[in-house]
T-cell receptor
Framework: DTGVSQDPRHKITKRGQNVTFRCDPI?????LYWYRQTLGQGPEFLTY????????KSRLLSDRFSAERPKGSFSTLEIQRTEQGDSAMYLC??????????????FGEGSRLTVL | AQSVTQLDSQVPVFEEAPVELRCNYS??????LFWYVQYPNQGLQLLLK??????LVKGINGFEAEFNKSQTSFHLRKPSVHISDTAEYFC??????????FGKGTTLSVSS
């Protein structure tokens, strides 16, 4: 299977701990996105990369959140000093470069975070 | 900045009935419009998209949507639903060079 994969699928942590999620995009896709989805809401945009460059960050991405894509392939999303409000599904998506920006995304199944 | 409003949070229907899921958007420039579907315990997948051209767009599983620029709407329709269409449906909009912005979703529940 060559879809978007995310790891871990589930993470339970205590408030104040740090957590890291990994995303492996479809191999030929050079754009990678992170979204967050809470119960009853649609996915909320967090940030995206084109190759290794982080091109846009949402105001939702507080200074406790950091994302990297060091070699333009996989990406990590780290949350420091987790809070209960960080509990959500973290979604990764990738897309091939498209100059027109048509925005079709291919999503992984998500990483569910529960902060106790 | 663009935004999306899905007018119904839940839509219950009987099998073989027609369904319409409503979506309105706001944007000051040209947009691209999408519908994604999320089946239980699965990732989001693209149902259909409008980029340009014909305002009636056909997607997978018999769904279609119509772009109405004057109404700023992109409603999703299916003439006859199946139990297997039970899922969460998300309308999304993007402008050139920007990330997709999603609505809050509509839960379609199909019963026999």
């Amino acid at each position: 299977d060559t879809g978007v994969s995310q790891d871990p699928r589930h993470k339970i942590t205590k408030r104040g701990q740090n957590v890291t999620f990994r995303c492996d995009p479809i191999s030929e896709h050079n754009r990678l996105y992170w979204y967050r989805q809470t119960l009853g809401q649609g996915p909320e945009f967090l940030t995206y990369f084109q190759n290794e460059a982080q091109l846009e960050k949402s105001r939702l991405l507080s200074d406790r959140f950091s994302a990297e894509r060091p070699k333009g392939s996989f990406s990590t999303l780290e949350i420091q000093r987790t809070e209960q409000g960080d509990s959500a599904m973290y979604l990764c998506a990738s897309s091939p470069f498209d100059r027109a920006g048509t925005g079709e995304l291919f999503f992984g199944e998500g990483s569910r975070l529960t902060v106790l | 900045a663009q935004s999306v409003t899905q007018l119904d949070s839940q839509v219950p229907v009987f099998e073989e009935a027609p369904v319409e899921l409503r979506c309105n958007y706001s944007s000051s420039v040209s947009v691209y419009l999408f519908w994604y579907v999320q089946y239980p315990n699965q990732g989001l997948q693209l149902l259909l998209k409008y980029l340009s051209g014909s305002t009636l767009v056909k997607g997978i599983n018999g769904f279609e949507a119509e772009f109405n620029k004057s109404q700023t709407s992109f409603h999703l329709r299916k003439p006859s639903v199946h139990i297997s269409d039970t899922a969460e449906y998300f309308c999304a909009v993007s402008e050139v060079g920007t990330a997709l912005i999603f609505g809050k979703g509509t839960t379609l529940s199909v019963s026999s």
